[in-house]
């Protein structure tokens, strides 16, 4: 008797199946797809959900918006060169921690002035604006501390368990 004939399938089916199961899986993705998540479904860019404004007052706002950068312009620029200085500081050979607390110093000071001087002219703007424009400026502000939310409530959350940790063992100290 002869021995049995393993059967193989040929190589280039094997990868027509694949490709098939590839392209199936594509094609059910694209036809099963669930709907986004709470918060994804907004409009297009600067649209906000539960805003139902004006095309008019929109650029209101981003006049105003707009005139604020322009306004704080070289402070932003001078921000900018602080945090290269700052980081040439941190990668120089030899290490001058001196000279990082102070590029670090100047940074911090070029921070708040370029925060100063564009919340100045929002400010000064802001009387010009209706009720709603007025609510879209702050709705935009705050969504700046909407993203740092969940990175401060880490934060509180460390430091929470940290101060329970030093009030059961009150010979630790702070790190």
Same mark, same amino acid.
């Given at each position: 008797m002869s021995d049995p004939q393993v059967?193989?399938?040929?190589?280039?089916?094997?990868?027509?199946?694949?490709?098939?199961?590839?392209?199936?899986?594509?094609?059910?993705?694209?036809?099963l797809n669930t709907p986004p998540r709470p /918060?994804? @479904?907004?409009?297009? &860019?600067?649209? +906000?959900?539960?805003f139902e404004l004006s095309q008019q007052d929109r650029e209101g706002v981003r006049q105003l918006m707009r005139a604020s950068f322009d306004a704080g312009r070289e402070a932003l620029r001078a921000r900018r060169a602080a945090e290269r200085r700052l980081a040439d500081a941190l990668g120089a050979e030899p290490y001058d921690e001196a000279a990082a607390r102070a590029a670090?110093?100047?940074l911090?000071?070029?921070?708040?002035?370029a925060r100063d001087t564009v919340a100045?002219?929002?400010?000064? /703007?802001? @009387?010009?604006?209706? &009720?709603?424009? +007025?609510?879209?400026?702050?709705?935009?502000?705050?969504?700046?501390?909407?993203?740092?939310?969940k990175a401060g409530e880490?934060?509180?959350r460390l430091r929470e368990r940290r101060q329970e940790r030093l009030e059961g063992n009150p010979d630790e100290s702070a790190p």
């Amino acid at each position: 008797m002869s021995d049995p004939q393993v059967r193989r399938f040929p190589f280039w089916l094997t990868l027509s199946v694949l490709g098939n199961l590839v392209l199936i899986g594509l094609l059910a993705g694209i036809f099963l797809n669930t709907p986004p998540r709470p /918060g994804w @479904d907004r409009g297009g &860019p600067g649209e +906000r959900p539960g805003f139902e404004l004006s095309q008019q007052d929109r650029e209101g706002v981003r006049q105003l918006m707009r005139a604020s950068f322009d306004a704080g312009r070289e402070a932003l620029r001078a921000r900018r060169a602080a945090e290269r200085r700052l980081a040439d500081a941190l990668g120089a050979e030899p290490y001058d921690e001196a000279a990082a607390r102070a590029a670090l110093s100047t940074l911090r000071e070029a921070d708040r002035i370029a925060r100063d001087t564009v919340a100045d002219r929002i400010f000064d /703007g802001l @009387d010009e604006l209706n &009720p709603n424009q +007025r609510a879209l400026v702050a709705r935009i502000m705050s969504g700046n501390m909407e993203k740092r939310g969940k990175a401060g409530e880490r934060l509180e959350r460390l430091r929470e368990r940290r101060q329970e940790r030093l009030e059961g063992n009150p010979d630790e100290s702070a790190p």
